[in-house]
């Protein structure tokens, strides 16, 4: 049986663009001061996890909420089980939107709202996908399952709860990266750097220094409050010939006897540290000019030193490629310090096969020795790879190829997605080789165009996968 799945999609464009705002308009970033109980991760996560599900027993499927952590929606019948897992947190918003990040807008084709395509939009689209199945009354003969996590973009507690009690899927994917195909995925690690700070009585203090949302993202924004003996004026020539020669904005203003002062930059996604601008670490290199002391000094040397410009971790001595998933990526995420008390900097690192997370915090030691810093391991996830030759990646291939005219082809990510939660698990879409990435940006965007084929592409791929 012939399906035109993009004429499908064209008949419910609307319904899906207001499910869609729905979910949106739903403020969804983790937030731990307000967890209960009742809502681990925060109340946001909650409502659009239930909001989820509550479209999903509109159209008459069977679903399942799990400690409001997690849920599922299902739909077929038969052994072997299928699993599309998508998510509904966020990460924080941030500065430098145009719009409200929670009141979805449409300007020249694109929706932007905080989570329009990551994940939001993606999982959505892989929803109307199951949806359109159900309702053509398709036959199948296998079990599929949509997960919804509220949990991704920070500790994954989400899918431990779901696994900890549901059937794990056999095989499926992830619509939260890229099309082709996303079949291998760099380990993650978070290690943090830890150093006191003594009270010093020198006239030149960094009081404190902050930096950051999450470690997963560049910081756009950065903050510094510090003693100087020196006049306004003269700090904002200082500072005005640094965004001169740098790629940065930045604002001083005077607070009875301290400067306040201010650095932007550019956030990204922390898989691609290069295509940021990282605010901490240009504001500790424009405060470096200046004469602080002891513990001040070092954390600012530390960054500036061996953490600006370092996407790589070549002066740490942790650069590692793999000719398959490619280099090893670090991003210094979240910054840290008050005079007197602790300094932190959070940093993340993406791994290719042939390094270890051990390796890497051993060798990430040894090169801060001079530092006086501690250093604690976080959560980690070893690198994930599925083969090109697995029958399920070569459906997924043949489909994205039928519907682009594009040949599809293996690729690796710094990103974590669900996919690396099962053995034969992948990323799949949304977002195309012409698509422009605004994930954990300011202004995120979906091309509703991109939306709509992603979504004719998972109906397909998923009834050839369940069939």
Known sequence: ????????????????????????????????????????????????????????????????????LAGHIEFGQGEELMGVFGHVDVVPVGTGWDTDPFTPTIKDNRLYARGASDDKGPTVAAYYAIKMIKELGLPVNKTLRLIIGTDEESGWKCMDRYLATERKPDFGFSPDADFPIINGEKGILTLKVHKNSPVTQHATKLLSFEAGLRENMVPQDARAIV??????????????????????????????????????????????????????????????????????????????????????????????????????????????????????????????????????????????????????????????????????????????????????????????????????????GAMFPHSIDTMHQANEFIDLDDLFKATAIYAEAIYELIK
């Open 1 to 68: 049986m012939q399906i035109n799945w993009i004429k499908e999609v064209e008949k419910r464009k609307q319904d899906l663009l207001e499910d869609l705002n729905t979910l949106l308009r739903i403020d969804s970033v983790r937030r731990d001061d307000l967890a209960s109980d009742e809502a681990p991760v925060g109340p946001g996560p909650k409502e659009a996890l239930e909001a989820f599900l509550k479209i999903g027993e509109r159209d008459g499927f069977k679903t399942k909420n799990v400690g409001n």
């Open 227 to 428: 003693s100087l003996p020196v006049s306004l004026e003269e700090v904002e020539e200082a500072l005005a010939v640094f965004v001169q020669e740098n790629p940065v904005s930045a604002t001083v203003r005077q607070e009875n006897e301290t400067f306040v002062i201010d650095v932007v930059g550019k956030a990204s996604h922390g898989m691609a540290p290069m295509n940021g601008i990282n605010a901490g670490t240009y504001l500790a290199v424009f405060l470096s000019q200046y004469d602080f002391r002891d513990s001040d000094n070092m954390y600012l040397s530390l960054i500036k030193d061996t953490l600006h410009g370092e996407y790589y971790g070549e002066y740490l001595g942790l650069s590692h490629n793999d000719d398959i998933m490619g280099e090893l990526t670090m991003n210094p995420g979240v910054f840290t310090y008050k005079h007197g008390e602790k300094g932190s900097i959070w940093l993340n690192f993406r791994y290719p096969k042939g390094v270890s997370a051990e390796q890497l915090e051993e060798k990430l030691s040894l090169a801060l020795a001079d530092y006086q810093v501690d250093i604690e391991a976080g959560k980690s996830q070893t690198p994930h790879y599925v083969p090109a030759d697995d029958p399920m990646v070569k459906v997924l291939l043949d489909v994205y190829e039928k519907y682009t005219g594009h040949k599809g082809s293996e690729r690796t990510i710094g990103g974590g997605t669900y996919g690396r939660l099962l053995d034969r698990g992948v990323a799949y």
